[in-house]
């Protein structure tokens, strides 16, 4: 039932995206590598640090046949067998299950990725949601003191339409996540729309669901600031991991209370990824190409009146969408720049070349006083540290052993 090109269970695991919210994850290092004389793929030590926390990690494939991870108070924390034979894959297992930024990164996060909890609920103790779209069909939520995960499978199971986007509601209280159709097939998985399934936060459980438009290719998931109006970006493509279909692309708006599609707006210059402005008056999308740096084009939706307000060709592409805090900046991705939109004209000011992309596993962290910014582009294993008001370069790290991501995340 697993879309082509989606990985399974035995892949190399190796970075999921915490986009960890101010005062929640905290800045989360990779430092003090060193691996004894003997191959990495039989043994390997090494120390993991989270908000100033030593954490060590030990595989040894020969003798225990596992890897274990330990806090500085000697507790252990995350432990399995050793995948695919290799400790270079345990630590990038393991790693998938801490995260972490490059040394000096901001602790805090970009877009409405970034929601606060409400009082009372599981989300004051900072829980980490995260969409497992690549193993299971599921929620991980992980404590980020003890990095332990719980899974809370979406309903179906193994049956269960596959998850492309999650957002949560401004006050914390509910999860939505969006999934693909399920067609009519020879495996015995029952046929499903388009739908958007809701976990209660608070009890950690699936608790309902409604049905999208039969026929549309749902993408990215986001709430309006004051939580009343949830958006949803159809790239128009007939299967998950094709690339999108402008003509058949649309920003569908919908109702939160009501539960409903009240408005569709046609996108004829495509939509995929998506980002929206802190004040939810514009949302930003890119035709999903499936590619690096073939040309695509940026859509603007003005939100109060839900039409398109503007587009801008983007001649080399861009592939992810990431904006400022103070939304006065919109970043795009792709195979060979940084581009930098100024969100009051929507043109480029600046364009930042980068040595390299993958269009799986990046994201950004943006400083508190929104004057620089860490992008990093796990996938091909580089951080860029950029000045918001030179758009210039300030540091590029590239870290081996970055690779393939498997999970999206956000705060709560």
Do not use: H
């Not at 695991?13 to 929640?24: F, H, P, S, Y």
């Not at 790693?95 to 909890?117: D, H, Y």
Request: aromatic share 8%; net charge negative.
């Amino acid at each position: 039932m697993r879309p082509a090109g989606r990985g399974i269970a035995g892949v190399l695991l190796l970075v999921a995206v915490l986009l960890g919210g101010c005062n929640v994850l905290g800045v989360i290092l990779l430092s003090g590598c060193t691996a004894t004389s003997r191959d990495d793929n039989d043994y390997l030590d090494r120390t993991l640090y989270y908000k100033s926390q030593r954490f060590d990690f030990i595989c040894n494939k020969e003798m225990a046949g596992s890897f274990e991870v330990y806090n500085q108070q000697g507790t252990l924390v995350l432990s399995g067998p050793v995948p695919n034979g290799s400790c270079i894959y345990a630590l990038a297992l393991a790693q998938s299950r801490l995260g972490f930024v490059p040394s000096g990164a901001p602790n805090s996060s970009s877009g409405p990725a970034n929601r606060s909890a409400a009082a009372g609920t599981s989300g004051s103790t900072n829980l980490v949601y995260i969409l497992d779209v690549e193993n299971y069909s599921a929620v991980q939520i992980m404590n980020p003191s003890t990095a332990a995960l719980t899974e809370v499978d979406l309903p179906g199971g193994a049956y269960a339409a596959f998850p492309v986007g999650m957002d949560m509601t401004p006050d914390g209280t509910k999860l939505w996540v969006a999934q693909i159709s399920i067609q009519p097939n020879n495996g015995g998985v029952p046929p499903q729309p388009p739908q958007i399934t809701i976990m209660d936060v608070a009890s950690q459980t699936f608790t309902g669901s409604f049905a999208l438009p039969a026929g549309i290719s749902p993408n990215t998931l986001l709430f309006s600031p004051d939580g009343t109006t949830a958006y949803v970006s159809n790239d128009g493509a007939a299967f998950q991991g094709e690339s999108g279909v402008p003509a058949n692309s649309s920003v569908l708006v919908i109702n939160v209370a009501s539960q409903k599609v009240v408005s569709t707006i046609a996108t004829p210059k495509g939509a995929g990824p998506a980002v929206m402005t802190p004040d939810g008056l514009l949302l930003y999308t890119i035709e999903n190409t499936g590619s690096l740096s073939v040309p695509n084009v940026l859509t603007v939706i003005d939100t109060t009146t839900n039409t398109v307000a503007t587009s801008v060709t983007l001649p080399n592409g861009a592939f992810k969408l990431f904006i400022n805090p103070s939304g006065t900046r919109l970043y795009t991705f792709s195979g060979f720049a940084i581009g930098v939109f100024d969100t009051a004209t929507n043109q480029q000011v600046a364009s930042i070349p980068t040595v390299g992309f993958s269009n799986i596993n990046n994201w950004a962290a943006f400083s508190a006083d929104d004057q620089s910014v860490w992008f990093c582009n796990c996938g091909f294993g580089a951080y860029y540290q950029v000045d918001q008001r030179t758009n210039q370069l300030i540091q590029m790290k590239q870290q081996t052993g970055l690779g393939v991501g498997f999970m999206f995340a956000l705060t709560q």
